[in-house]
C-alpha cells in the first residue's frame, strides 16, 4: 500500500525550531518529487515546499523562505521539513505529499497525502 | 488572499449538479493544467481531478472538471450527502515558482 506518514509536530515556543519527517512507502521514494502543504486551523490550503528528485531543484513559499529547509534522505525513504525562527502563524496542520510533474513541466499536483502532523507555536 | 480564486460556498439539493469555479492568471492556470482536490470533514485532502481533467482511477465520473484560458471549473452530478466536503484548485505559478491554491469552497448538500 502506497503511504506517507508525518511526524515530529508538537507544541513549540515562538523563535523555536521543529524537524517534520514524512516516511514514505509502498512506492520507489526515490523517482519521486516531494512537497509539503500546511493548513491553519479553520483555513485553507497553503503550499510551503517543493523539492525534486536527488534534491537538485526546491522552491518556498515566501512566508517560509530563509526559515523553513526541505530536505530528503532516498536511502530512508524519508523526506524532512526543518523549521527555524518558528511564528504563531505557522501553527498548522503539516502535510507531506507526493508530487506528480513540477516546474519544468506543465502539469504539478499531489496524486498521495499523508495524514497530517500538526504544529502549534504558542507561548 | 489566495492566488487562485474560488468561491467560498456552494449548495444544492441531493441528486442535484454543482458547478465551483477557479480563476487565476496567465502564470497559474493560462500555461499550467489544474488539479482539484476534495478534503473531506476532519481528513487530509484527496486528489479528484489532476491535468484538467483527468480522474484518478476510483473517482466516479460524477466528478468532471475543465479548463479555458484563466479559468477552470470543476462540475459534480447526482450529488450525495457523502460530497459535503471542501474542495480546492491548484497548480504551479510560472511567475512566482511556488504552488498556488484556491482559497477552497465549501460545498453543502442540502
Known amino acids: 500500500e502506497v503511504q506517507l506518514v508525518e511526524s515530529g509536530g508538537g507544541l513549540v515556543q515562538p523563535g523555536g525550531s521543529l524537524r517534520l519527517s514524512c516516511a514514505a512507502s509502498?512506492?520507489?521514494?526515490?523517482?519521486?518529487?516531494m512537497s509539503w502543504v500546511r493548513q491553519a486551523p479553520g483555513k485553507g490550503l497553503e503550499w510551503v515546499s517543493y523539492?525534486?528528485?536527488?534534491?537538485?531543484?526546491?522552491y518556498y513559499a515566501d512566508s517560509v523562505k530563509g526559515r523553513f529547509t526541505i530536505s530528503r534522505d532516498d536511502a530512508k525513504n524519508s523526506l524532512y521539513l526543518q523549521m527555524n525562527s518558528l511564528r504563531a502563524e505557522d501553527t498548522a496542520v503539516y502535510y507531506c505529499?507526493?508530487?506528480?510533474?513540477?516546474?519544468?513541466?506543465?502539469?504539478?499536483?499531489?496524486?498521495?497525502w499523508g495524514k497530517g502532523t500538526t504544529v502549534t507555536v504558542s507561548s | 488572499q489566495s492566488v487562485l480564486t474560488q468561491p467560498p460556498s456552494v449548495s444544492a439539493a441531493p441528486g442535484q449538479k454543482v458547478t465551483i469555479s477557479c480563476s487565476g492568471s496567465?502564470?497559474?492556470?493560462?500555461?499550467?493544467?489544474v488539479s482539484w482536490y476534495q478534503q473531506l470533514p476532519g481528513t487530509a485532502p484527496k486528489l479528484l481531478i489532476y491535468?484538467?481533467?483527468k480522474r484518478p482511477s476510483g473517482i466516479p465520473d460524477r466528478f468532471s472538471a475543465s479548463k479555458s484560458g484563466t479559468s477552470a471549473t470543476l462540475g459534480i452530478t447526482g450529488l450525495q450527502t457523502g460530497d459535503e466536503a471542501d474542495y480546492y484548485c491548484?497548480?504551479?505559478?510560472?511567475?512566482?515558482?511556488?504552488?498556488?491554491f484556491g482559497g477552497g469552497t465549501k460545498l453543502t448538500v442540502l
Open positions: 496567465s502564470s497559474n492556470i493560462g500555461n499550467n493544467y
Open positions: 505529499a507526493r508530487v506528480i510533474g513540477g516546474p519544468f513541466y506543465s502539469y504539478y499536483y499531489m496524486d498521495v
Open positions: 491535468e484538467n481533467n
Open positions: 491548484g497548480t504551479w505559478d510560472s511567475s512566482l515558482s511556488a504552488g498556488v
Open positions: 523539492i525534486s528528485t536527488s534534491g537538485s531543484a526546491i
Open positions: 509502498g512506492f520507489t521514494f526515490s523517482i519521486y518529487s
